[in-house]
């Protein structure tokens, strides 16, 4: 299927490489690269990332994700500091930290997360903290780990419909996720919260209205909505090309439900532009 104009982008080279260098130097991994965005050129030209922590092998096999699958390595010690030094070399105001899936440490990778708002908190203080976390195996041991941290936003994705669960997150749990948002507001009413989907998976406008219900009910505060783009032949083919004006009117209805905050747009991703929403509301 071939990708309408409105999916077609052009990337600035020499900021490009800017950023790429300083994240070779220091060793680090960004979620742009490994998922294969279509706005790493737009987002490195504006000199940011979203930082990809725990290493670039998840345990998980998602079947829309192009993060590579198999053992990870141990956590890198010195991760967390490099995050913080690229956060100030770049002069990041909103840093988004998120990881692979790491279901084979006891913490399942809250640690390095914690350390890694700690060093950013340390250098660059006045940078606001955006963590886009897994599900932590629905531990809520490890989520107050992060919630004790005190990110600004908290963001989990729901990436899409329950009823698409079994065929796209065969190893995630809808009704898990939605928890990590309500356990959140629960245990600090302050931190914002938010999560994702993506269009043209085979999805309803009936079930993607549900799903903003269902994240309402939890008092999520900000959603995102993007077109699903396939990574490689080896990841789930593209069901249908969502329209720009459909996206337009999920804004509309998610805006009239309550939510503080909705970015919906064929290229959205969770993490695009998220200094946005920081600008109004933080």
Not at 151 to 162: A, G, M, R, Y
Not at 185 to 198: A, P, Q, Y
């Amino acid at each position: 299927m071939e990708k309408p104009d409105w999916l077609k982008v052009n990337i600035n080279l020499n900021e490009f490489e800017k950023v790429s260098n300083l994240l070779k130097k220091l060793n680090l991994n960004v979620v742009c690269y490994h998922a294969a965005c279509p706005n790493i050129g737009e987002c490195f030209a504006k000199h940011t990332a979203t930082f990809l922590i725990l290493g670039n092998i998840c345990t998980r096999n998602c079947a829309f994700c192009s993060i590579k699958k198999g053992d990870p390595l141990p956590p890198d010690p010195n991760e967390p500091k490099n995050v913080a030094q690229a956060v100030k070399e770049l002069n990041i105001r909103h840093a988004v930290i998120t990881s692979v899936t790491r279901d084979d440490l006891p913490d399942f990778g809250s640690t390095q997360f914690v350390k890694t708002i700690q060093e950013i908190r340390n250098i660059q203080p006045q940078t606001i903290i955006e963590v886009l976390i897994p599900d932590f195996n629905g531990s809520l041991t490890a989520l107050k780990r992060i919630i004790e941290e005190k990110p600004e936003i908290i963001n989990h994705n729901l990436e899409t419909v329950p009823r698409l669960y079994s065929k796209i997150r065969p190893q995630a749990n809808y009704k898990t996720s939605l928890g990590i948002l309500k356990q959140v507001k629960r245990l600090n009413s302050n931190i914002f919260t938010k999560s994702g989907i993506m269009l043209g998976l085979g999805e309803t406008e009936d079930e993607i209205i549900s799903l903003m219900k269902d994240l309402r009910t939890v008092k999520c505060d900000i959603l995102t909505i993007g077109q699903y783009l396939q990574p490689s032949k080896e990841q789930i083919e593209v069901i249908e090309y969502i329209k720009p004006s459909t996206f337009q009117k999920f804004k509309s209805m998610g805006e009239s439900i309550g939510f503080l905050y909705v970015n919906s747009g064929p290229l959205v991703r969770s993490s695009f532009n998220a200094e946005d929403f920081s600008k109004k509301h933080i």
